[in-house]
Structure formats: structure tokens, C-alpha cells
């Protein structure tokens, strides 16, 4: 579909985005042409997202231009919409309680004298469904609409505005696949009518079906940007996963599985689908799979942190079986949960590193119901020396401490309960790499210590280094199993992007 | 990602001073007056009346003072435990005040103290539990709750007591309550006082008062590591129902009558104690001490303007600008230390 002569609508040189001490961006380039379905893969945090917000105005980069047309846009989301850019976020981003056609054309209404000229609203609503071919009443609210029809009211707001340049970040997320399907037809025609698109998607074979190009970026880098017909899904996932960072498989330790401590029967909730999952003492089980696959929901079910619509989930401790229905009784049978949003799940941060520990083990350190403050000390005191908080002054606000350190205070509220099961979901995110290596000798120890571990990680490296067994995640479902053994990152990727190279 | 270290070498870093990160938190001005500046502006305050408002120095006003703090006082560091965990405040104090204190002379007058007394307790908890589950359970908006509950308890109040007053015997032991003092210092401001220190110790060296805190500080956190949150609400709930119910009492005690409408403006009064006095309404962040700061600011400030012969009206409108300051103060400091 691409060809010499056509001409380039949007091009982005050298740019740079740091968060803080963290590059996200790091000097990537993009040029995309009219007509053209240019493909932009990578892991999680690999800066896709970053760059399309920057891209779309959204974000200002630190360094590096942004250009359509030939002409370098000044920045800011506003500049960006009238030279012709439309941003299809990946988070819907409706009013639930307004209309469709109002949300299509939030932001641009046609107004006469401060007043919503409803009728040529509507008129322009219907023309941008019509466009995309989604037959919708106008007049629904978003509300009552299924989350893959919000999706494409979503890209009918795009639409709506005859962007030059469509970008799309992960849309078939929420989409079965026949609504796939569809989406992909629908963006080839956009395409042949001169519409530059820009597509983001986890999912190999989606951009070998329609993409002409693809640019593969790893840590915030540019690794390359071929045509798709000079390359192969094998090539394109070996390019996103790199081979160079192979984790050297000696450093991980020797398992020996007990019995079963956790088990999970037919688990189905939010965003999960009849899931099955066993947890053996001793053993460190790996939930791998891309972001949003459905992972986070599956542990907050089977805690009871979320509510299951089915399932059963059953604890045994020294030949004890117990039945987990609510947080608290998971809590009671002893699992230890270390949630992913560590500063709005995990921690009060206002409160110290001494009461934050101390929270979840009050009952032990007190005496009919009143607090042992002697106790909390020396039992803080320790803690923070096992997990290693730098500085260890407890009496701190947690709130200050760097997030390495902050997840050490969640990891050591569940130490000191001495837990059957630890869960934890993204341990290392936000950390820097010595506290990540002291994490994960937290883990291994635990381990080795008889207990029963589950890993929710993204960062494929640490899910192989530490997992015993790894399930890989897709769409709430558990895709494939993948001993140690057997796993390495090319496998996990295929399995969770849905690329079916790979038996599962 | 970028885990090419080994294992040992990665140890080997984090060892070194720079991993170790803590950011020290700014000194904020603003955020010291909003958690402090009741000490400062409280001594302020009680020194300028006594070096320049005529009558304010004098005993018979300084036990004036007292009587009138220690019912709005033993009400509002009650209060003071929704208000700390992020519930904003209990509004039905007003309607818990005065049919408190309708039980109390009206029932003690039929059946005798204990009687009335144990009435009084049972409606403080029947309070407590509703708003409490109401907001705890079902997560209600307290402050539509507590504004629900209390037309339906001041509708039932005056519907039972038909807007009558109630008195008290001259030689009943309500009475005698009333008129007991230690020196300047009346019975019903050590009441005060023991309830403060009773709070206090429930607050800060109990697990439940520790849940509190921390379900302020955090609801999802708390939630998350294992506290039964729905009963750490019912309960800071009930807790300010039965200070309410005290207060009632001591209340009644003072004039030894009560009608329906005695304790109008309560929980406005209250309310400003507890903000005036630093407990933050975002939740978290506060103390029973401060309140009772707040409440001899208050006061003081009350007791001031009577002396001047300044008028109700204008009493009302000064509380209710306070409010706004000590509030937006509040929600100032709280973002600049974010930053």
C-alpha cells in the first residue's frame, strides 16, 4: 500500500520525554505518510503511549520536534487538534451520562450565541458513524452502550473531526474478535481515503493483517522501522523483547514444591473468564501477559479484594482447608497481599513507616484491644531491617521515602504475619534496580521458607528469574503454562500477544 | 529491564547511601499554622481579653466561660472521631444534643436518673448504628445522611415533646450536677476533661482508635490490609452519638430544663472547635487535644464579643467566617505539601 510518492503528513524527530529520573522517550523518530497503517509495537512501558501523547500535544517533550504538513507544531493538545491529529485514548475517555452524540462532539460543538445547535450536532454525529459504519442510536446514553460499542463512539469522535492523522493506541483491547475484524476493514478504507493512521497494538497478528510499516521500540528506543513485508512476526517479537538482555538462568534457585496451599476453582469476574489456578507451598508461580490481559483483576478475585460473579477459592494450612469469600477471611487464612498501586492500595502515606507495618499485625501487638507500643517498635524495628529500609528511621512519614523503599514497607506489613500465601502484583514497578534485586531475594526467601508465592510481573526478565512456573495471561484467560524450563521471553510474548507460533 | 547486573553486584549497589532514598519534606508555613496556630492564636486571643475587654478577667465570667464550653465541648471531641476519619462530620449532634437532653429531665423526672440514663444511651446508639451503616455499609455521603438523621430525629422530638420545656426538679440530682464545682472549675468541665482523656487514650492507644487513623489516612489501604472498615465507621459513629449524649446531659445540667430547640447551631459549633483546632477534614490528621484547644478558642472568642455587647447575629456570622479561613487554610496546606 505504501509507495514512493506519497506524500508524509506527520513526522516526529529526536524526541526525548523524562519523568523525573526516568527516560520514557529517548530520542525516537516517526514519520508517517498518507495512506500509510503504521504499526508502533513494544513491551509494557516500552514509551508507546508516551510518544503518541506527545504526538498528540497532550505531553511536551523535552526535546524534539513535531511536524504535519511541513510544519512544526508550537505544542499544547490544541495546536496539535487543528493541524489535524486525533488521539483514540486507550482508557475510554466518555461521559457516561451524556448522549453519543453529544460525545462525539464534546469539546467541538457547534454553538450559535453560547447556545448547542442540537440539530446540526446531530447531523454531524451521524456523518462520523456513518464514516466508520457503526449503526447507533444518537440519542443512547453512553451508559446503557456495551464497552466495545463505547469504543467505537470513541473512534467516531476521532473521525468526526476529518483528522489528517488517526492514531489509535491498543483499540481492540475491549473488542471480540469479529469486532476486530471490523475495526481493521473499517481502518483500511480510512486509510485508502489519504488518512495517515497510526496503530498501536500488542497483538502481532492484527498488525501483519493490515499495517504497512511497523516501528519497534524497546526501553524508550527506537529499535527499528522496517516495512512489513521485509519482516516476520518471529523478527518483530525478537526485535520488541531484545536478545541481549537473556537473563542468565543460573542465579535462580532450587524449588521443591509442597502441597497445595492456594487453589482456585472457576474464577470469574470483571475482565476474568473461568479461571483455574494452584498454588503450591514452596513454589513461586509467575503470572505473566501484557498490560490490561486481565491479571490484576484475577488475584483481587481470588483474595476477595474485588467480588467474584463465580468461582471458588479454598486455603490449606497444615491440613486445614478454609473457604476465602471476603478480603478479610483471606487475610485471616493468611495471605499476604501486595497490590499493584502501592501509594493508593498499599500504604497510608501520611501515616509512618512504624503504623503502616504495624496495621495489619494490630491485633498481635496489643493487649484487649489496647496497643503495645513497645512491642510495635522492636517489632518494626525489625522488619525494616529484613527488608532493608534505608534509612531506617520508622517513625518517618512513608510518604517521603523513594518507592523502592515504600515498597519494601508493603512487603514488610505481610512478613510479619508469617504468611501461607504472598501475592504480589508489580513488586518492582517505580523501583530502582538495588532495591528490585532485594525484593526479589525477599521472594526467593519466602519461598525457601515453605511459603506460597504468586507473581503478577510485567517485566518479563523478573517473571523468568523468579518463577518456578509461569501462566501467561490473555484476555482474563490463562492462555498457556510454561515450566521454567521451557519458558523463555520469546514464549511468554507469543503467548500473550496472541502471535500462535507457540503451542500452548 | 535493565537487570544485566548480576544478582550480587545489583546487592552491591543497593548497599550504597545513594539507593537509599528519603525526600525531606519542606518546611511549610502554612501547613504549621493550620496544624498549630490554634496554640498560638488561642493564648493571643485570651490575652487580649484580659488585658482589653472590661469583665473578662473576673471569676464569676471565667466559670461562665466553662459552663458554656463543656456541653459544646464534650459533643465536639466526640466529633472529632467521624470529623479524623475522613467522614467529614455528624450533623444529627444537633438533634442528639437536645433530645438527650428532653430524656434526661424528662424521663429522670418519671422513672428516675437511671432511668433516663439508660434511655438516653440506647438512643445515642440507635443514632450511632444508623449513621454509621448508613455510611460505613452502604457508603451513604455522610453529610446527606447526618442532615437526613437529624430532621428525623428533631421531627420525632417534637412531635413527642410537643415543643414543650421540660424542668427539672429544684432538688434533683441533675440539678446538683449543675450546680457542683471544684473551686472556679464546674463539674461539668471535668467532665469535659475526663471525657477528653478517656477519647484520647481510645484514639491513640487503641487498635480501634489506631483503625481510625489510619482508615482516614487511607480507606483503600486500610481496607486492604485486612481492618473490617464498615465497623471502624459504625463505630466513630457511635462514639460521637454517646459524646453527644453526654453532652446533652451536661447540657440540661446547666439550666436544669430542656426544650427541643436548646442546642440550635451545635453542630456548627462543634464543627468549627474541631477545624479551628487543626483535625484536618480531609481526614487522617487530628487530635482530641486540638479540639479542645479549639473549643476554648471558640469560646473565648464567644464569650468576647458577649462582653462587648456585640449581638448573636453577628456571633453566628463570625463563626461561620472562621470556618471558611481554618478550612481553606487547611486545604491549601495540604496541597503545598504535596508539592
Redesign the interface.
Known amino acids: 500500500m505504501t509507495s514512493e510518492s506519497a506524500q508524509t503528513v506527520i513526522e516526529a524527530s529526536g524526541i526525548v520525554k523524562r519523568f523525573g529520573g526516568a527516560v520514557a522517550v529517548d530520542g525516537v523518530s516517526l514519520s508517517v505518510a498518507e495512506g500509510e497503517i503504521h504499526a508502533v509495537v513494544g513491551?509494557n512501558?516500552a514509551g508507546k503511549s508516551t510518544l503518541m501523547r506527545i504526538l498528540a500535544g497532550i505531553l511536551t517533550p523535552d526535546a524534539g520536534t513535531v511536524s504535519v504538513g511541513g510544519t512544526t507544531l508550537e505544542g499544547g493538545a490544541k495546536s496539535a487538534i487543528d493541524a489535524g491529529i486525533a488521539l483514540v485514548h486507550q482508557e475510554l475517555s466518555l461521559v457516561p451520562e451524556m448522549t453519543v452524540a453529544e460525545n462525539i462532539m464534546l469539546g467541538s460543538p457547534p454553538t450559535a450565541l453560547g447556545f448547542t445547535k442540537s440539530k446540526e450536532l446531530k447531523r454531524i454525529a451521524a456523518a462520523a458513524l456513518d464514516e466508520i459504519g457503526v449503526r447507533v442510536d444518537l440519542d443512547e446514553p453512553i451508559a446503557r452502550l456495551s464497552v466495545s460499542l463505547r469504543q467505537f463512539v470513541e473512534i467516531a469522535r476521532a473521525v468526526a473531526r476529518s483528522p489528517r492523522v488517526l492514531i489509535l493506541d491498543e483499540p481492540t483491547a475491549t473488542l471480540t474478535p469479529a469486532e476486530t475484524d471490523y475495526l481493521l476493514r473499517m481502518l483500511q478504507r480510512l486509510a485508502a481515503k489519504g488518512m495517515a493512521i497510526i496503530y498501536i497494538s500488542h497483538r502481532i497478528p492484527e498488525v501483519f493483517s493490515i499495517c504497512t510499516d511497523v516501528t519497534i521500540l524497546r526501553?524508550g528506543q527506537l529499535v527499528e522501522t522496517t516495512p512489513i513485508s521485509e519482516t516476520t512476526p518471529s523478527a518483530v517479537i525478537d526485535a520488541m523483547v531484545g536478545r541481549e538482555?537473556k537473563?542468565?538462568l543460573e542465579?535462580t534457585r532450587e524449588s521443591h514444591p509442597g502441597e497445595v496451599v492456594l487453589s482456585a476453582t472457576g474464577i470469574r469476574a470483571v475482565g476474568v473468564h473461568d479461571v483455574d489456578l494452584t498454588v503450591r507451598a514452596g513454589e513461586i508461580v509467575g503470572l505473566g501477559g501484557l498490560v490490561g490481559a486481565g491479571r490484576t483483576e484475577l488475584v483481587r478475585a481470588i483474595v476477595g479484594?474485588d467480588p467474584r460473579t463465580a468461582g471458588h477459592v479454598t486455603m490449606t494450612v497444615d491440613g486445614t482447608t478454609t473457604t476465602i469469600g471476603g478480603?478479610?477471611s483471606a487475610?485471616?487464612a493468611g495471605i499476604g497481599?501486595v497490590?499493584e498501586e502501592r501509594r493508593?492500595?498499599?500504604?497510608?502515606?501520611?501515616?509512618t513507616v512504624s503504623?503502616?507495618v504495624?496495621?495489619?499485625n494490630?491485633?498481635a501487638l496489643?493487649t484487649a484491644?489496647?496497643?503495645a507500643f513497645g512491642a510495635i517498635t522492636k517489632f518494626v524495628r525489625n522488619l525494616a531491617d529484613v527488608v532493608?529500609l534505608?534509612?531506617p528511621?520508622i517513625q518517618?512519614?512513608v510518604g517521603?521515602?523513594?518507592g523502592?523503599?515504600q515498597q519494601k514497607v508493603v512487603i514488610a506489613?505481610w512478613l510479619g504475619r508469617k504468611p501461607k500465601l504472598i501475592i504480589l502484583d508489580e513488586p518492582t514497578r517505580g523501583v530502582?534496580?538495588?532495591?528490585?534485586?532485594?525484593i526479589?531475594?525477599l521472594v526467593r526467601e519466602l519461598a525457601d521458607e515453605g511459603a506460597a508465592v504468586l507473581v503478577v510481573s510485567s517485566?518479563l526478565?523478573?517473571l523468568l528469574?523468579l518463577s518456578d512456573v509461569i501462566h501467561v495471561v490473555r484476555d482474563g484467560r490463562i492462555q498457556g503454562t510454561l515450566p521454567r524450563a521451557e519458558a523463555d521471553e520469546k514464549t511468554v510474548m507469543s503467548l500473550a500477544s496472541g502471535e500462535t507460533m507457540v503451542s500452548a | 529491564?535493565?537487570?544485566?547486573?548480576?544478582?550480587t553486584e545489583?546487592?552491591a549497589?543497593?548497599?550504597?547511601?545513594a539507593?537509599?532514598?528519603?525526600?525531606?519534606?519542606k518546611f511549610s508555613p502554612l501547613l504549621w499554622i493550620a496544624e498549630n496556630g490554634v496554640i498560638v492564636f488561642t493564648v493571643a486571643l485570651i490575652l487580649f481579653a484580659v488585658i482589653f475587654v472590661n469583665g473578662f478577667a473576673s471569676l464569676p465570667n471565667i466559670t461562665d466561660v466553662f459552663y458554656r464550653a463543656a456541653p459544646i465541648g464534650i459533643v465536639a471531641v466526640g466529633m472529632t472521631f467521624v470529623v479524623i476519619s475522613a467522614n467529614y462530620l455528624d450533623l444529627s449532634v444537633v438533634a442528639q444534643v437536645a433530645t438527650s437532653a428532653v430524656i434526661f429531665i424528662g424521663i429522670s423526672n418519671l422513672y428516675g436518673l437511671l432511668a433516663g440514663f439508660l434511655v438516653a444511651t440506647l438512643v445515642a446508639m440507635l443514632y450511632g448504628i444508623v449513621n454509621g451503616v448508613a455510611v460505613g455499609f452502604f457508603k451513604a455521603n455522610a453529610v446527606i445522611v447526618t442532615l437526613s438523621t437529624t430532621f428525623i430525629g428533631l421531627g420525632i422530638l417534637r412531635w413527642l415533646s410537643g415543643g414543650s420545656i421540660f424542668f427539672g426538679p429544684e432538688d434533683g440530682p441533675i440539678r446538683a450536677f449543675g450546680q457542683a464545682s471544684l473551686g472556679p472549675i464546674p463539674a461539668s468541665a471535668l467532665l469535659l476533661i475526663v471525657i477528653t482523656i478517656v477519647l484520647w487514650f481510645v484514639l491513640n492507644?487503641?487498635?480501634?482508635g489506631?483503625?481510625v487513623?489510619?482508615y482516614g489516612?487511607?480507606k483503600?489501604?486500610?481496607?486492604?490490609?485486612?481492618?473490617?472498615t464498615t465497623l471502624v465507621v459504625i463505630g466513630a459513629f457511635v462514639i460521637t452519638s454517646l459524646a453527644a449524649m453526654i453532652g446533652g446531659f451536661a447540657l440540661a445540667a446547666f439550666s436544669n430544663t430542656a426544650v427541643s430547640s436548646m442546642s440550635d447551631g451545635y453542630e456548627f459549633r462543634a464543627l468549627a472547635a474541631i477545624i479551628i483546632g487543626g483535625t484536618s477534614v480531609f481526614g487522617?490528621?487530628g487530635s482530641v487535644l486540638r479540639t479542645l484547644l479549639g473549643v476554648v478558642f471558640v469560646s473565648v472568642l464567644t464569650n468576647i464579643l458577649v462582653l462587648s455587647g456585640i449581638g448573636f447575629g453577628f456571633q453566628q456570622m463570625a463563626i461561620g467566617a472562621l470556618i471558611v479561613v481554618a478550612v481553606s487554610v487547611d486545604a491549601l496546606a495540604r496541597r503545598a505539601a504535596k508539592k
Open positions: 513491551e512501558g526501553d538482555l537473563l542468565d542465579v479484594a478480603y478479610q487475610v485471616k497481599y497490590p493508593t492500595d498499599g500504604l497510608a502515606l501520611t501515616m503504623d503502616n504495624a496495621l495489619p494490630r491485633r496489643s484491644g489496647v496497643l532493608g534505608r534509612p528511621e518517618r512519614e517521603q521515602y523513594s523502592g523503599n506489613k530502582d534496580v538495588g532495591a528490585k534485586a532485594e526479589h531475594r517485566d526478565p523478573e528469574e | 529491564m535493565a537487570t544485566k547486573e548480576s544478582l545489583a546487592i549497589v543497593a548497599g550504597s547511601p539507593s537509599g532514598g528519603i525526600e525531606k519534606k492507644r487503641t487498635t480501634f489506631f483503625a487513623r489510619a489516612s487511607n483503600q489501604a486500610t481496607r486492604l490490609a485486612g481492618v473490617n487522617g490528621k
